[in-house]
C-alpha cells in the first residue's frame, strides 16, 4: 500500500512540474538550430557547436565532438535563464581533461571488470583505463570521436540533430561493426530534451549507451542541498574498484533510499561501506518498473532556484554519481573552478558490468535487432 501511495505522489509530483513548464505564453515559433564554430583538434579537424533554442526560453549547446552536451539553459522560479550542466569554453579542455562532462558514453556506459567478457564462447579484452577495469568504452570512446551530422534541422517536434557514427568491428577490444545514430530534439513548446539512441550491428556484441551530463541546477557551488528522488527499491552493490558483486540490494534503511524527496547531503556521510567505496554516491539504482519500460528514472529539485530536473527512459538502472572526482583541477566555463561535489550526473542505463552477470539483464546485440534507448531531461520549476 506504501508502495501505491508512493508511486501516486511521485506521479502528482510530475504532473506539477510539466504544469509549471506547460509555456502557455507562447512567442513562437521561434525554435532555431544555429551551427557555429566551435574549434578544431590538433590533426585540423573542424568541430561545431549547433545551438538549438526552443519557445519556452530553453537552450541547447551540443558538439559534434564526443556528441557532448556543452550547456543546457533554463528558466528559474523567477524566470532567469542559467546554465545547468557543467563544461568547457574551449575544445582543447575538453580533449585532454574532461572525465565526460556532457559526452555521450558507448560502446559500454560504467564498468566492465578487468575489461574482459565472454560471448559466443570467445573472450574479448578491452582496453583497462579505470584501476583494474575497463570505463566508459575504453580509452577512445564515443565521447572522443567526432560524430558525422546526418540533419540539423526543423521537425514538427523542434530542432533537431541527428549524429551518426560507425565503429568498426574490434574497436577499442568490441566485437561486430556498429552503426549508432544518436539524435537531440529540443521540443519546440517544452522545456524537454530528448535523446534517442538506435544501433544494429554485424556481429554479436554488448552495447550499453548513455549520455553523461553533470547537473547543477543552481548553477554553482556544491550539489549537496539539491532535493533527488529516484523510484529504486534495490541497487547494485560493488566492491572496492566499483564492479557489482552480481546481487540485488533492498535500500530499505540505506542512505540509498530517494524513494521520498531528500537532500543529496543529508546522509552522504554515513558511515556505510558503499559509500565508502564510492567516495559518496556512485552506484547503479534499480528502477521499480519493468525492463525496457520508459519511466521516470530520477527527479532533483534546487530549493534556491526552483529548477527541477526530471530525468526519463526506457533504460532498467541509472547511475547517480554525486561528482566524487571533482577535485578543484579544472576550470570550466565562466572560470568557475569545479570542486568536491560541484555538480551530479544521472545516467540511464543497463546495470554496470552487465556481459559478466547473466543474473542481469541482457546488454547483448545480435545482427538483424535494433537497439534502442531513450534519454530524456524535463526541466521545471517548483
Ligand atoms: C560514472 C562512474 C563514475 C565516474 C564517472 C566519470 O558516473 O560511475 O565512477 O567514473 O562516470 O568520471
Known amino acids: 500500500m506504501r508502495k501505491i501511495l508512493d508511486r501516486v505522489s511521485l506521479v502528482i509530483l510530475a504532473f506539477t512540474v510539466i504544469v509549471a513548464t506547460g509555456c502557455a505564453s507562447l512567442s513562437g515559433p521561434n525554435a532555431t538550430i544555429r551551427p557555429a564554430p566551435f574549434g578544431t583538434t590538433p590533426d585540423g579537424r573542424q568541430v561545431t557547436v ?19 552536451i556543452q550547456s543546457i539553459r533554463v528558466p528559474d522560479k523567477l524566470g532567469h535563464a542559467g546554465d545547468v550542466v557543467l563544461g568547457y569554453d574551449d575544445l582543447g579542455d575538453y580533449m585532454t581533461n574532461s572525465l565526460y ?27 583497462i583505463n579505470d584501476g583494474p577495469n575497463s570505463l566508459h568504452g575504453g580509452t577512445n570512446g564515443f565521447d572522443k570521436l567526432i560524430w558525422s551530422v546526418d540533419r540539423a534541422g526543423i521537425t514538427p517536434q523542434g530542432p533537431e540533430l541527428q549524429l551518426r557514427c560507425v565503429s568498426p568491428d574490434g574497436d577499442n577490444g568490441y566485437p561486430g561493426r556498429l552503426a549508432v545514430t544518436a539524435t537531440y530534439t529540443l521540443l519546440a513548446h517544452k522545456n524537454e530534451l530528448r535523446l534517442h539512441f538506435r544501433a544494429t550491428t554485424d556481429k554479436d556484441t554488448v552495447i550499453n549507451l548513455t549520455a553523461h551530463s553533470y547537473f547543477n541546477l543552481a548553477g554553482r557551488g556544491e550539489i549537496h542541498g539539491e532535493v533527488l528522488t529516484i523510484p529504486a527499491g534495490s541497487l547494485t552493490p560493488v566492491d572496492d574498484t566499483l564492479i557489482p558483486t552480481g546481487d540485488l540490494e533492498a535500500v530499505d ?11 543529496i547531503g543529508a546522509r552522504i556521510r554515513e558511515d556505510d561501506q558503499q559509500l565508502k567505496y564510492c567516495h559518496g554516491y556512485d552506484l547503479n539504482w534499480v528502477i521499480d518498473k519493468p525492463p525496457g519500460q520508459y ?13 527541477v530536473l526530471e530525468v526519463w527512459s526506457d ?8 561528482g ?3 577535485n578543484g583541477s579544472m576550470t570550466g566555463k565562466g572560470g568557475w573552478v569545479y570542486q568536491f561535489r560541484d555538480a551530479l550526473s544521472l545516467e540511464p542505463q543497463h546495470y554496470p558490468d552487465s556481459p559478466n552477470h547473466p543474473n542481469f539483464p541482457s546488454t547483448v546485440l545480435k ?5 534502442q534507448n531513450t534519454i530524456v531531461y524535463h526541466f521545471g520549476v517548483q
Open 50 to 68: 549547433y545551438t538549438l533554442q526552443n519557445d519556452c526560453g530553453m537552450q541547447a549547446r551540443i558538439l559534434d565532438y564526443g556528441g557532448i
Open 101 to 127: 562532462f556532457g559526452a555521450l558514453i558507448g560502446r559500454y556506459g560504467n564498468r566492465i571488470a578487468k575489461g574482459r567478457f565472454e560471448l559466443d564462447g570467445a573472450t574479448y579484452q578491452l582496453p
Open 253 to 263: 534503511g540505506t542512505p540509498f533510499d530517494f524513494r521520498k524527496p531528500t537532500a
Open 295 to 307: 519511466g521516470l528514472m530520477a527527479r532533483v529539485h534546487d530549493p534556491t532556484s526552483g529548477r
Open 315 to 322: 533504460q532498467p538502472g541509472v547511475q547517480f554519481y554525486s
Open 324 to 326: 566524487n572526482f571533482l
Open 367 to 371: 545482427p538483424g535487432q535494433v537497439y
